[in-house]
């Protein structure tokens, strides 16, 4: 169903982005696993597995919180070849009681959550405008607690609901 497309799966060493990119292999896509530098053995890890099973999976390394890395990330994966499908999966959470966030947690979970977010879709969707033919998928994780809100995450909810709207707003265009 996926066969000659190109996957790039943000925070794919465990967890939900892990499983997009066992599907995504399943499928047929080839798929790129990130995780951030000091956890790339978990990406390795997520590669090897999807290696295993048949498919075809390159680990590298991604900070969402630096432009710099999403600028490399998606230069390599274009490199490579072209880029089809961006699942948009890294996150961050610190939980703590709404009165007690800090700001270095409240920076950590928006620079992750929000901000690595857009960067990561405008330089995959530059990307996949750019490539002949163009077009692409972007798919941005968000989560029930930008609706429900979830208790002692008050900065996670916040930035699930800005990607919501974020989202939103980037597919009218």
Known sequence: MLEGM??????????????????LSAAGASVFVTELPDRLERAEAT???????????????????????????????????????????????VRQPAFDVTEEAWDLVQSTNLRGVFFMAQAAGRAMRDQQ???????????????YGLPYALHYSTSKGAVIGMTRAMARE
């Open 133 to 147: 033919p163009g077009g692409g998928s972007i798919i941005n994780i968000s989560s029930l607690a930008a609706i």
């Open 6 to 23: 190109t996957a790039l799966v943000t925070g794919a060493g465990s967890g939900i982005g892990q499983e997009a990119a066992r599907a």
């Open 47 to 93: 590669a090897g597995e999807l290696k295993a099973a048949g498919g075809s999976a390159t680990p590298l390394p991604l900070d969402v919180r630096d432009v710099g890395s999403i600028t490399a990330c998606v230069d390599e994966v274009v490199r490579r070849g072209r880029l089809d499908i961006l699942v948009n999966n890294a996150g961050a959470n």
